[in-house]
């Protein structure tokens, strides 16, 4: 037992010999032993309101995921944050995370607001199945916004007799044919590989001129094979990065 007080003690004096803070008029600010995404030790800051205190992240949090491209604006992604949010007992402000304390009760709520943001976080960068889930998120919320018609999660049989699902087809019009669409987050060959497959099994009982569009996740990606989109295009599949969405709009909207 006496070793267990010992980790203990040592674990207590780590955390408050890391743990650093300065004031000014409005508020004090609180530098922590632990670390953001960036490997940056996470800051907090703690504002007095009345008798009580505010402990706030001041936006950094939510600032630095839509800075790198993380849409926070869609219905899944809101869910997704005021439940994480809401297991911590943390409010959000704009884009504050916030947590009101008192003197008693400042290291519970402070070390809640410090999961909160860690969770956050991790919930929309480490978990490959969200992420995965969340890209095809965001491209539903483009084409929704961008006034697009399509059918989601449509599965066509293909000539092997297997289904082969396809994320979303707009149908033909006057001025375009049926495109189907691929969302793809991790571009890389073995991605390009399955939508090959997919594609050269159904392209041929598909309506004339059907057009097969691959839009690929590449924020946070600098080690895209070149030669991703040029496999694609060597069997008549269109790639569009994320990035460049805005170029495909007329297209998807004919």
């Known amino acids: 037992m006496s ?9 207590y004096k780590w955390l408050k010999d890391k743990t650093s ?3 000014n008029d409005k508020f004090t600010e609180i530098t922590t032993p632990y670390l953001d995404r960036h490997n940056d030790y996470i800051r907090v800051y703690l504002i007095q309101d009345g008798n009580d205190f505010l402990l706030t992240d001041e936006g950094e949090t939510i600032d ?7 849409i926070l604006d869609t219905p899944k992604r809101k869910k997704i944050l005021e439940y994480t949010l809401n297991g911590f007992g943390v409010s959000r402000q704009d884009n504050k995370l916030i947590v009101k304390t008192s003197i008693d009760s400042f290291a519970l709520k402070k070390h809640n607001l410090l999961q909160a943001i ?3 976080n991790d919930m929309f960068y480490l978990s490959e199945a969200n992420i995965k889930n969340l890209f095809f998120e965001d491209v539903k919320n483009f084409l929704d916004i961008s006034d697009v018609r399509y059918t989601e999660n449509v599965i066509f049989k293909g000539i092997s007799g297997f289904d082969r699902k ?3 087809v707009i149908p033909k019009s006057k001025n375009a044919s049926e495109r189907v669409l691929k969302t793809i987050t991790y571009p890389n060959k073995n991605a390009a590989d399955l939508f090959i497959m997919d594609w050269l099994d159904t392209k041929d009982i598909r309506p004339d001129k059907s057009r097969a569009i691959v839009l690929a996740n590449d924020f946070e ?3 895209i094979n070149i030669n991703f989109s040029e496999a694609l295009k060597n069997y ?6 994320w990035s460049d969405r805005e170029k495909i709009k007329e297209q998807l909207t004919a």
């Open 21 to 23: 803070w300065q004031s």
């Open 118 to 120: 860690l969770s956050v």
């Open 166 to 168: 396809f994320d979303f």
């Open 236 to 241: 008549g599949i269109s790639t569009c990065f």
């Open 221 to 223: 990606r600098d080690n």
């Open 3 to 11: 070793d267990i007080n010992k980790l203990i003690d040592t674990y």
């Open 64 to 70: 630095d995921l839509v800075m790198s491209g993380c």
